[in-house]
């Protein structure tokens, strides 16, 4: 493993992870961003995991517990899974498509189990529908929050991949699968 560009990547999502700390509108979050970052650029496939939902954990314990949070951190795994995709080959194409997806799994995941588990809307089809519609307002902020902080934690890297070249991807075909 590079450690040059381990220690860049780290600290890039330490510092997207410290960007949590300051007061943001519901579901303007960088967690998103950080768990496809991290799905993309780390060589490791745990630490892919165990990176954002970690930030997750840290962000959950100053902000509070809840019941939502297997929704929760189950989507950005399966967003990390989303950066496993990006490894092969990283484009604006891919990352925006990468960053929408995570927001729509965030957003479906999540609500779902808001209608599953809080007991605010009736258990049925319509029920679910209700929640689902209920919850687009806090869509447009995730969607948001994973293009701008992608954008920043990938286009970021780019830059830097390009000014400094023993940042340059080193995987090799059996780290991608």
Known sequence: ??????????????????IQAIPHPFNFSSIGAIALFAGAQLNDKRLSFSVPLTAMFLSDLVSGLHLLMPFV???????????????????????????VAGAVLFFLITNFGVWALLGTYPQ????????????????????????????????GFALAEQRFTQLRNPYTLSDAV
């Open 1 to 18: 493993m590079n450690t040059s560009r381990f220690g860049v990547v780290a600290t890039m999502i330490l510092a997207a992870t410290a």
């Open 73 to 99: 951190y189950g989507s950005f795994a399966l967003t990390v899974c989303l950066g496993f995709w990006l490894r092969r080959e990283r484009n604006v194409w891919r990352i925006t498509t990468a960053g």
């Open 124 to 155: 049925t089809p319509s029920g679910l529908l209700t929640c689902y519609i209920a919850g687009l307002p806090y869509f447009q902020n995730t969607l948001i929050s994973n293009l701008v902080y992608s954008t920043l934690l990938f286009g």
